[in-house]
């Protein structure tokens, strides 16, 4: 079992930064590819980035390009999101996610997640 726990949410006006933290505990021996996903009040949770467990394979999806930046330090079993430029349409509780294996943008692939943190951003 691997257990995750978010921090680093909050409000914060458009254009701002914010940089999530995601710090797993457990049985995280093994090589775990790790996620973030977010959720927007009666919207579906959609993918954000992911990366692999050397850092080598990342991905991001189109809404995020280039403002975001996911990175790890497997050391101190941390993952990190720095979300530059934020926009309004950002707002969502974020999730971090973990899975065993190769980095994927599927939600329905993470075997564990944590509680969420929520992010506003305002206009």
């Known amino acids: 079992q691997v257990q995750l726990v978010e921090s680093g949410g909050g409000l914060v006006q458009a254009g701002g930064s914010l940089r999530l933290s995601c710090a797993a505990s457990?049985?995280?021996?093994?090589?775990?590819?790790m996620g973030w996903f977010r959720q927007a009040p009666g919207k579906e949770r959609e993918f954000v980035a992911a990366?692999?467990?050397?850092?080598?394979?990342?991905f991001y999806a189109d809404s995020v390009k280039g403002r975001f930046t996911i990175s790890r330090d497997v050391a101190k079993n941390t993952l990190y999101l720095q979300m530059n430029r934020l926009k309004p349409e950002d707002t969502a509780v974020y999730y971090c996610?973990?899975?065993?294996?190769?980095?994927?943008?599927?939600?329905?692939?993470?075997?564990?997640w944590g509680q969420g943190t929520q992010v506003t951003v305002s206009s």
């Open positions: 996610a973990a899975k065993r294996g190769l980095a994927t943008t599927s939600a329905t692939a993470y075997n564990y």
């Open positions: 457990g049985r995280t021996d093994s090589s775990y590819a």
């Open positions: 990366i692999s467990w050397s850092g080598n394979t990342i």
